[in-house]
DNA sequence: CGTTTTCATGAAAACGTTTCCGCCTTGGCT
DNA sequence: AGCCAAGGCGGAAACGTTTTCATGAAAACG
């Protein structure tokens, strides 16, 4: 049915051995035996069975790529840099979604011995440590923008924290006092950060950081618009609002639109992540610009030079934490800039 | 290092077959053995080697997909229906993104060979026929809103064309005459289903479709951008846009905002896709809701049922070509509501 | 009690490759 | 002419499973 080495070897009328040093280069075969090889091969239409391979040469070049409930465009964006880079070196890219506890993890781990060379897990929100430490077995593994207690492992993180500092203090360098935060859910690592970065932001201006100047949201556009609402009951109302990421200011501009507030007149908004609308926005929205598909393009670099470095018996040429910088990215939403023509070259940018 | 069947067989003094036969459970084994087998895993932990496993099988439990270069939303809405089906029927997801030419398709195709079990394959923009008739072999493909010219595969559409047809159907009933496209690449074939949508719809109205009222876009925000500025010089100007895509839109939007143009007042507005943000854009935009995961999970679906179809030398129970239907989701953008608050419960909703 | 059936298990083959080892041929060197 | 090195190639083992077949013991049956 499907044409193994064997069918080629026959048609060809040399062993499967020779057929494999043909096709993989590594031994000297005779010019005359390639390419009778070569022809047989084409003739017959014949593709190595990669399964096979793997089996003996203990190597699927395939890296498996855990990841949470994710969003919209980070996940595509994250998705990009991390096949994009596997494929320029030749691996293939298993994705394994959505894992919302660790028995599910424990799980995929399981099931993806003998598949994966290695593997790359964010989990921001469930501590995969236990899992890995059982089920990881030999695998070079990298953390994304996740926790691992108790476990040593390489890690690739997001500068959540600095990020974060640098919009409150541009918003508090703009004059104001009273800033408040939208935050995302509360046992979700980014947020955490960010909201950390707000907090001491403030604490370094000798300001507080109360409690009721925090909205719980979860980091969707509706829980954004639901911020709306909190904010119009807010008294003293806050002169400006960090949101910790964009698509909850997205909601939260839409519901201040309906309670009559003007951006940035009345209050002053930033948000966390730039996603592509955010430049396109009515006011074009102040954020912090993360580079997404760069920290998934270092994630799967990552892992590549341990599989490497684990071949050659040499110690990784690569740091064991990495942590992707982010950049404020000014527009109008903060008033710090007349609204303009949001086109690239025009647009503001500022080293945090 | 790895321990294999053959450690556990020792450890537990019986023979690898009998720890296959416990851990697969397709024989019966005494109890007093399972017992010990099952010991003996727990304590060397040991796990399967799925590789090892399939090459004897003949089964990867794995699909691979083939994606082209997507753009945010979509992409991750995808993968999320396609992932979350695998992982509910247990079959790993293998994906390659970006592909531009059909040289690129073969390569992958080639070296996905003996690494998955089937195929979806999405290539709205380059015919990939010959490549996956050479090289997708005995493989289960289904293809996700593309073509491929002479060859008989499954596939899996959006309707474009209707949910085109019904936005312009919309525009037309509410009075517009002169209703001008936002369009995506030439050669992309949703792009260019909806762009018919729009002729045939003015066509059926006995209005003409001339090329003058149709702006070159990409389905990028940046090109909706500069198709302000094209706008503004058409003369006469039209009363109502399409725009092929929501991210056109929210670029068009914010071009129309510099210009001074509002919307609906001066220009009704309607989009395709219906990605999240839409209803908190200012105003709330009129668009086309593609089920986008549902689009995945089916092809998903297909693919799997054709897997299993082919085990059991049974026809398959899906049909051979799918079309998924889309939904026009009215709001402010158009004219027919006055704007007001964006929740799902006040939003109306049309069916074609 | 002898025969047959059932049950539990082990040995070995198979999946499709790669790679080690060794054999044979050639050709260059002394 | 004899020897040795190198080149080219085939045989066979190996990777870690599953599955078929065979075998022996126990159970069922007359």
Redesign the pocket.
């Known amino acids: 049915?499907?044409?193994?080495?064997?069918?080629?070897?026959r048609e060809a009328?040399?062993?499967?051995?020779?057929?494999?040093?043909v096709?993989?280069g590594?031994?000297?075969?005779?010019?005359?035996?390639?390419r009778r090889v070569a022809e047989a091969v084409e003739r017959l239409n014949?593709?190595?069975?990669g399964?096979?391979?793997s089996?003996?040469?203990?190597r699927t070049e395939t890296v498996g790529v855990l990841l949470p409930d994710l969003y919209g465009e980070f996940f595509s964006e994250l998705i990009r840099g991390i096949d994009q880079t596997a494929r320029r070196r030749g691996y293939h890219v298993l994705v394994s979604g959505a894992h919302s506890d660790a028995a599910e993890v424990e799980a995929v781990l399981r099931a993806l011995?003998?598949r994966v060379d290695g593997l790359i897990v964010m989990s921001p929100d469930v501590d995969t440590s236990p899992a890995l430490a059982r089920y990881g077995g030999a695998l070079p593994i990298v953390l994304l923008d996740s926790v691992a207690e108790g476990i040593d492992l390489d890690a690739i993180t997001i500068d959540n924290y600095g990020g974060a500092r640098s919009m409150v203090r541009h918003l508090l360098g703009l004059g104001h006092q009273r800033i408040a935060l939208l935050g995302g859910p509360a046992h979700n690592r980014d947020a955490r950060e960010r909201a950390r970065g707000w907090r001491e932001a403030l604490a370094d201006a000798g300001l507080p950081a109360p409690a009721d100047l925090v909205f719980p949201g979860d980091f969707s556009e509706a829980s954004g618009h639901a911020a709306g609402r909190w904010l119009a009951e807010l008294a003293p109302r806050p002169t400006a609002v960090f949101a910790a990421n964009d698509a909850m200011a997205v909601g939260f501009l839409s519901a201040l639109r309906e309670i009559g507030l003007a951006v940035p007149e009345d209050l002053a908004l930033g948000g966390f992540d730039d996603i592509p609308i955010s430049r396109y926005l009515n006011p074009p929205l102040t954020s912090v610009r993360v580079p997404i598909a760069e920290l998934g393009s270092r994630a799967m670099q990552h892992v590549l030079s341990l599989l490497e470095s684990r071949e050659e018996a040499a110690p990784p040429a690569v740091g064991r934490r990495d942590v992707v910088a982010t950049k404020l990215i000014v527009r109008a939403s903060c008033g710090a800039l007349r609204a303009r023509t949001p086109t690239p070259s025009t647009e503001g940018r500022l080293e945090p």
Chains 1, 2 share one sequence.
Do not use: F
């Not at 014949?46 to 069975?49: A, S």
């Not at 089996?55 to 203990?58: A, Y």
């Open positions: 049915m499907t044409v193994s080495i064997r069918d080629v070897a009328g040399v062993s499967a051995a020779t057929i494999s040093r096709l993989n590594h031994t000297a075969v005779a010019e005359e035996t390639r014949y593709v190595p069975h399964g096979a391979r089996l003996i040469t203990r011995r003998g």
